[in-house]
């Protein structure tokens, strides 16, 4: 059993700045690929930013140079550090994370969080 907990979300005024947390916990071996995606009312759930399996960072053109990802791999828990923040960014974010639950082979299985609400207004 794998369980991504997300924390940090909550109400900020435009302009103001939020830290996301997500941590995994249980049967976690391999982490090879962790990020966070978003879901206006209305609109699909979108990428904001994630660390590729190549450990590479990509992120939404609209969040750049405002949003950085970070991750502290001895605790498998990413960090999204959000300034700057506009009314647009108002949504839930979703870790997502591929994970092998397995000391052996290579089978990675896709996770989400809960979600937790960011909401961005004066």
């Known amino acids: 059993q794998v369980q991504l907990v997300e924390s940090g979300g909550g109400l900020v005024q435009p302009g103001g700045s939020l830290r996301l947390s997500c941590a995994a916990s249980g049967r976690v071996f391999r982490i090879n690929a962790m990020g966070w995606y978003r879901q206006a009312p209305g609109k699909q759930r979108e990428l904001v930013a994630g660390f590729t399996s190549g450990g590479t960072t990509n992120y939404a053109d609209s969040v750049k140079g405002r949003f950085t990802i970070s991750r502290d791999n001895a605790k498998n828990t990413v960090y999204l550090q959000m300034n700057s923040l506009k009314p647009e960014d108002t949504a839930i974010y979703y870790c997502?994370?591929?994970?092998?639950?397995?000391?052996?082979?290579?089978?990675?299985?896709?996770?989400w969080g809960q979600g937790t609400l960011v909401n961005v207004s004066s």
């Open positions: 997502n994370a591929n994970i092998a639950s397995s000391p052996w082979g290579n089978r990675y299985l896709e996770h």
